[in-house]
């Protein structure tokens, strides 16, 4: 499957969890915030370089692994 870079970024306050619209410049995340996807999903596997889930989102569904490189994280699709 198609391989995506994944930013691992802090945890957010919980209620921020339906916000959309606009952070100003200047503020940490400036710019417009979207929801792109919603849903839930079941844990596989978590270790320090490998994280399986199985995600039942709107449009993201199905199973998936992030993989721990130099870099970041690297997201797939495996099925």
Do not use: C
């Amino acid at each position: 499957g198609e391989k995506r870079l994944a930013i691992q970024t802090e945890d957010h306050d919980i209620s921020y969890i339906d916000f959309e619209g606009t952070i100003p410049e200047g503020m940490y995340g400036a710019g417009e915030v979207k929801i792109w996807d919603s849903g839930d999903y079941e844990l596989l596997r978590r270790d320090e370089n490998i994280i399986s889930f199985i995600a039942n989102g709107s449009r993201m569904r199905g199973k998936y692994v992030l993989v721990r490189s130099k870099t970041g994280w690297i997201l797939m699709k495996v099925s």
